[in-house]
């Protein structure tokens, strides 16, 4: 039993919380510095292996207030580059998309989620974030996908309170991490049961992953879509998805919105909403 001391700065509540952990030190003791600011609990395992994609990437997890309090299980969303979710100190652009916020706020109304961010790998993220098999190149989203199923997925559901199941299992991101999202989900169904995608990089590839949801049986699940209406539209995609019987999904199209981490940020509340009620 590891007793993780947490310290009131960077949004830390002074609170001593007991977890079955594996070096999984404060958020705050690994990103030291005013510039860094975290809201709730988040801890980081510093530079976890990759066997599938031969590299080193920090992994960061939020914890939902109650989880402190109680003996509870919680769904999980892996969600894709990871610097952008809670810390502007680290977020490409310096913006945010505020995830801890934006959880810290929906503990209110009942919805809480453990959240596990998984960092891009800098001049990797085309590749690993785009499938095997395009006409563009051959990239490693099968191996990326295959270390968040293999890997990481074994690691959290170890050293935490997790809902396990492929129900209580999800995949989000924005851009090209929503076209992994949704390769992952529709390649990966025994794993993920519902997938966010907002502002999917749909053109990557000619459009390859309609293609492939087209070829596809029905995927049981959730899924929420969206695009802004400053940026390339997901149409076509949600279309795909009405046409093959989709019931359970979400498609929505933001007046004005444009490709940028603020963006998804205003839209993630009620992306999480739909996702987790």
């Known amino acids: 039993m590891l007793t993780v001391a947490l310290a009131s700065l960077s949004g830390y509540n ?6 079955q952990l594996n ?3 404060p958020y705050a003791k690994y990103f030291t510095g005013a510039q860094h600011a975290i809201q709730g ?4 395992q510093p530079q976890a292996w990759s066997p ?7 992994l ?3 914890l939902p207030p109650s989880y402190l309090v109680s003996e509870r299980r919680y769904p999980v969303i892996y969600m894709q580059d990871g610097q952008n979710l809670f810390d502007a100190a680290t977020s ?11 959880l810290q706020v929906l503990s209110a109304e009942g919805i809480e989620a453990i959240v596990v961010g998984v960092p891009n790998s800098g001049e990797r993220r085309l590749n690993e974030y785009t499938s095997p098999v395009n006409s563009w190149w051959r990239g490693s989203g099968d191996h990326y996908a295959a270390f968040l199923i293999d890997t990481v997925k074994p690691l959290i559901d170890r050293d935490f309170r997790t809902i396990a199941a492929r129900s209580h299992t999800g995949i989000f991101g924005s851009s090209l991490g929503a076209l992994i999202s949704l390769y992952a989900f529709f390649t990966r169904s025994d794993v993920f049961g519902f997938v966010g ?9 000619r459009g390859l992953i309609l293609d492939q949801v087209r070829a596809s049986p029905v995927v049981p699940g959730r899924l929420y879509l969206d695009n802004g209406t400053h940026e390339p539209s997901a149409q076509r995609l949600a279309n795909l998805l009405r046409d093959k ?8 199209v933001d007046e004005d919105g444009r490709h940028t981490e603020a963006d998804w940020a205003r839209r993630l509340p009620a992306a999480l909403r739909y996702l987790l009620t």
Do not use: H
């Open 14 to 19: 002074c609170r001593t919380m007991n977890l």
């Open 92 to 102: 490409f652009a310096g913006v945010e998309w505020g995830v801890d916020d934006t």
């Open 245 to 252: 019987g989709y019931a359970d999904f979400k498609y929505v």
């Open 23 to 25: 070096n999984w030190p």
């Open 41 to 44: 609990t988040v801890l980081v």
């Open 60 to 62: 960061l997890i939020y």
């Open 52 to 58: 599938q994609l031969g590299n080193y990437r920090d």
């Open 197 to 205: 995608a907002m502002s999917p990089s749909l053109w990557v590839g």
